[in-house]
T-cell receptor, first 113, second 113 residues
């Protein structure tokens, strides 16, 4: 069964550095999402992407965040200048049609030092 | 704004006992609803989905959930718990404008031998 894949599985970065999290959604999916889960907290929506543009974003997704789909397969989340509070598990998800469930990757654990 | 409430952040049951994990939604329109499971250090896996075709939904691993519009509930049950069911369970509502998921706060299920 096709899967959403995320790399790296764990990223350690110094505060203030830029970080790029990568995702390869399922190939025939059309809607793409990033979520984060701070340790011990619930999963929170960050941003959705459809038709090569952001379709919705949460309050968390401020100017430090950006997303890109540079080619037909990758979907990236960039944090421009990381803060300690960005430490979390980041999940990518993709969706084929709006009445279907989202498929999640295994996540990238981001640790900011 | 839609919200999903999970009562009980931690539930402990004995192996072989009934599992009941509670979820209430607040969306004003009949929603799709999902239950996801997260095993330790893994991503989110779809357990089951409600898409209005039937109020009693069967999922993987022997889990099922019943959609009750009158109670705005979508509780998850399993007749007989197994040790491998120990995980965190999330109820999720995809009623966002971009079909983004709003997650409940999660319920950690512990299965006692």
């Amino acid at each position: 069964e096709p899967e959403v894949t995320q790399t790296p599985s764990h990223q350690v970065t110094q505060m203030g550095q830029e970080v790029i999290l990568r995702c390869v959604p399922i190939s025939n999916h059309l809607y793409f999402y990033w979520y984060r889960q701070i340790l011990g907290q619930k999963v929170e929506f960050l941003v959705s992407f459809y038709n090569n543009e952001i379709s919705e974003k949460s309050e968390i997704f401020d100017d430090q965040f950006s997303v890109e789909r540079p080619d037909g397969s990758n979907f990236t989340l960039k944090i421009r200048s990381t803060k300690l509070e960005d430490s979390a598990m980041y999940f990518c998800a993709s969706l084929r049609a709006s009445n279907q469930p989202q498929h999640f990757g295994d996540g990238t654990r981001l640790s900011i030092l | 704004a839609q919200s999903v409430t999970q009562l009980g952040s931690h539930v402990s049951v004995s192996e072989g006992a009934l599992v009941l994990l509670r979820c209430n939604y607040s969306s004003s329109v009949p929603p799709y609803l999902f239950w996801y499971v997260q095993y330790p250090n893994q991503g989110l896996q779809l357990l089951l989905k409600y898409t209005s075709a039937a109020t009693l939904v069967k999922g993987i691993n022997g889990f099922e959930a019943e959609f009750k519009k009158s109670e705005t509930s979508f509780h998850l049950t399993k007749p007989s718990a197994h040790m491998r069911d120990a995980a965190e369970y999330f109820c999720a509502d995809p009623s966002g404008s971009a079909r983004q998921l709003t997650f409940g706060s999660g319920t950690q299920l512990t299965v006692l031998p």
